[in-house]
C-alpha cells in the first residue's frame, strides 16, 4: 500500500511544483480556506492512483469533500486525502506545504505518506516502521532511512501551529514546564516528533481527519502517539456526531517518545 502511496505523492508533488512555477490564482471555499488548482490537480491524481489499486476502499479527499462527495464509510476501511495541506504556506511562497495520504482501519492510521515537495523531503509509516525519504529532482526517492522518536529529554521542545496558536497552547507550555516551541505548518510537525527532532505538539484549534491521519500514521509508526485530552487514541471516521461536523477532530496531544499523558515535566 505504501507503495502506491508513494506513487502517486510523488506524481502530486510534481503537479504541485508545476503550478507553483507557472503562477496560479487563488479561490476561497465556503469555509473562508484558500484553495487553488494546485490542490484540485493533486488530488485528481491521488484518487486516479487509489482507484485503480484499491478500487473496493473509499476515499474521503477533502476537496471532494468540499464539493459534497462523501462516501459511506461505515464499517470498513478508507483513504483520507489531503492533497495540499498548507494551502496558505503555498500562496503565500513558503515550503512548508504537503501531499498527505493515510488509510484507516477501525477508526486507527493504519498507513501513511506526507511528502514535502518544495523540500524533497518525505515521510512515511506503517506496521511499526516509519522511514524518512529524500525526493531528487526528478520526483524519485533517492534515499530511504528508518526513523523513531527519541526519548523525551529534560528540556523538551513543543510544536505549534504557524497559523492556528491559541491562548492554550500557551498554558499547556508553561502547565508542562517546556520552555521551547517552534511554529510550523502543515503535517510536518508530526514527522518531525516521528524523527525525533521534537518531543510534543499540542493542538487546541481546529483541525479536519486528512489534515492529520497521514503524518499521525507516521507518527504512531516511529513510536509515538496522538492522544484526545483525557487520554485515549485519536480516532478517525467520526461521523453523524451532533457535537461536531464530520470528520472534524477534537483538540488533541501528540507525543514523541514516553511522556503520552498530561503530566507535569
Known amino acids: 500500500m505504501l507503495r502506491t502511496f508513494e506513487r502517486a ?30 490542490d484540485e490537480e493533486a488530488e485528481r491524481i491521488i484518487l486516479a492512483h487509489l482507484a ?26 478508507f483513504f483520507l486525502v489531503d492533497p495540499l495541506d498548507g494551502t496558505r504556506e503555498f500562496v503565500d511562497g513558503r515550503q512548508e ?59 523538551r521542545l513543543a510544536l505549534a501551529s504557524l497559523r492556528h496558536n491559541s491562548p492554550e497552547t500557551g498554558t499547556f507550555l508553561a502547565d508542562h514546564a517546556i520552555s521551547k516551541c517552534t511554529n510550523i505548518g502543515s503535517s510536518l510537525k508530526f514527522c518531525l516528533l516521528a524523527e525525533g527532532k521534537a518531543d510534543v505538539y499540542p493542538r487546541f484549534t ?5 489534515d492529520t491521519a497521514a503524518g499521525d500514521a507516521v507518527l504512531r509508526a516511529a513510536g509515538g502517539s496522538t492522544v484526545t485530552l483525557d487520554g485515549a487514541p485519536l480516532t478517525y471516521g467520526k461521523t453523524g456526531t451532533a457535537a461536531d461536523f464530520d470528520f472534524a477532530n477534537p483538540n488533541f496531544i501528540s507525543w514523541g517518545g514516553r511522556k503520552r499523558v498530561l503530566e507535569p515535566a
Open 52 to 77: 485503480r489499486d484499491y478500487p473496493e476502499i473509499p476515499v474521503v479527499a477533502e476537496e471532494s469533500v468540499a464539493a459534497g462527495s462523501v462516501p459511506d464509510i461505515s464499517g470498513r476501511g
Open 97 to 155: 506545504f504537503t501531499v498527505n495520504i493515510a488509510y484507516i482501519e477501525n477508526g486507527a492510521p493504519m498507513a501513511g505518506i506526507v511528502y514535502a515537495p518544495a523540500l524533497g523531503l518525505a515521510f512515511s509509516g506503517e506496521r511499526g516502521h516509519a522511514e524518512r525519504l529524500v525526493v531528487t529532482e526528478d520526483f524519485t526517492v533517492g534515499a530511504r532511512s528508518a526513523i523513531t522518536v527519541r526519548e523525551q529529554p529534560a528540556d
Open 206 to 210: 481546529r483541525t479536519m481527519e486528512w
Open 9 to 38: 505523492a510523488l506524481e502530486a508533488g510534481r503537479a504541485i511544483i508545476a503550478v507553483l512555477r507557472e503562477g496560479f490564482p487563488v479561490a476561497m471555499k465556503a469555509d473562508a480556506s484558500p484553495v487553488t488548482v494546485a
